[in-house]
């Protein structure tokens, strides 16, 4: 046969577009013997040919597969890896760490009580007034700024308002 022919029909076996007589060709081609860059796929068609005679028994399946089964069994002592002393260790170490991380998130939620830094009431109501004092003043600059703010917007809406009623009277 023309190697040619050959490589054309491997091109639509491999695209899975061969007829069953063409596949015969194939077959009977890789039988005999085959030039060096095409041994590959020499190898792959006659594991197909093997495989094809081979038989299965009906009758004898399950013991054969039982005394495969059987055979593949490991011999020897059984060794169980995980004892009870384990489960135990790994059960007192999931306890042990859940109780830590509740213990986080509890101190977390309930902060311990801050205690008073002033004996004198007097002494504590003059700090409490220095720092609202000192709040108000951030407040007092900040509504300056915000004021500041406010007359841009209110400029940038009448350049808009404007334009807007320019574009109104060409149109």
């Given at each position: 046969?023309d190697s ?7 091109e ?5 577009e ?6 015969q060709?194939?077959?009977e081609?890789?039988?005999?013997e ?6 590959d ?7 197909f ?7 299965l ?71 409490t ?15 300056k700024e915000?004021?500041?703010i406010?007359v841009f917007?209110?400029a940038?809406?009448?350049?808009q308002?404007?334009?807007l ?7």
């Amino acid at each position: 046969m023309d190697s040619k022919h050959i490589e054309s029909l491997l091109e639509k076996y491999w695209n899975c577009e061969t007829t069953l007589e063409e596949e015969q060709q194939l077959r009977e081609f890789f039988k005999s013997e085959v030039p060096e860059s095409m041994k590959d796929v020499a190898e792959v068609f006659r594991y197909f040919n093997a495989q094809q005679k081979q038989q299965l028994s009906i009758h004898n399946f399950d013991s054969s597969i039982t005394k495969k089964i059987q055979q593949d069994k490991p011999k020897g002592k059984v060794v169980q890896l995980v004892t009870n002393y384990s489960r135990i260790a790994a059960g007192l170490l999931v306890v042990v760490a859940a109780t830590y991380f509740v213990r986080l998130e509890v101190r977390k939620a309930y902060p311990p009580e801050i205690a008073d830094t002033y004996s004198d009431p007097k002494l504590a109501l003059e700090e409490t007034k220095k720092a609202l004092l000192m709040i108000s003043n951030g407040f007092n600059r900040a509504q300056k700024e915000a004021s500041k703010i406010k007359v841009f917007n209110e400029a940038e809406e009448k350049i808009q308002g404007k334009s807007l009623e320019e574009v109104e009277t060409k149109i």
